[in-house]
């Protein structure tokens, strides 16, 4: 049984791209100072980082989209946050933005990571940004470098069944 797995080591030339929500910017801000700390101390060179600002979650799928369809990254992380309010806007745009970034990557065949909250409370949101729970930014930038490495050592030869 052959094994693959991806490694967290930015190997060669790759680039990522962060596609970065600027709603809740006090979270979001975090979320992609962990990012980017996490791919440079992984061995990612800082002008091999590109970001794309756009204004809230709900955006994200169309820059990805973009930035994966460029070919010129490894993987597209996209950072936000949605934090539950009275009204079911909340509902609609964690489920726009989820299934249209997962949509991106497998339009593309690039890696376009979730790095999105979706939290009850600005509490939550907090704790999830660098606090106790650690920081989902960094964490999506190691599912970046891993899922970028496996795709990179699976075969693709799609003509052998």
């Known amino acids: 049984m052959a094994l693959y797995e991806g490694e967290l080591l930015a190997q060669g030339s790759r680039r990522f791209a962060i596609a970065a929500s600027r709603f809740n910017d006090l979270i979001c801000e975090r979320l992609l100072a962990g990012c980017r700390d996490t791919l440079v101390r992984h061995g990612v060179a800082a002008d091999r980082i590109d970001l ?32 539950r309010g009275a009204t079911p806007h909340f509902d609609h745009i964690a489920a726009a933005a989820t299934s249209g970034i997962a949509e991106a990557a497998l339009r593309t065949g690039v890696p376009c990571i979730f790095g999105v909250l979706t939290c009850d409370t600005l509490e939550q949101a907090l704790e999830r940004a660098g606090g106790k729970a650690g920081n989902k930014g960094a964490e999506a930038a190691l599912a970046a470098l891993e899922v970028a490495d496996l795709l990179a050592r699976l075969p693709d030869d799609r003509h052998d069944a």
């Open 52 to 83: 794309a600002r756009v204004p809230g979650c709900f955006e994200l799928p169309l820059v990805a989209l973009r930035l994966a369809a460029s070919g010129r990254y490894a993987a597209v992380i996209c950072l936000g946050a949605l934090i």
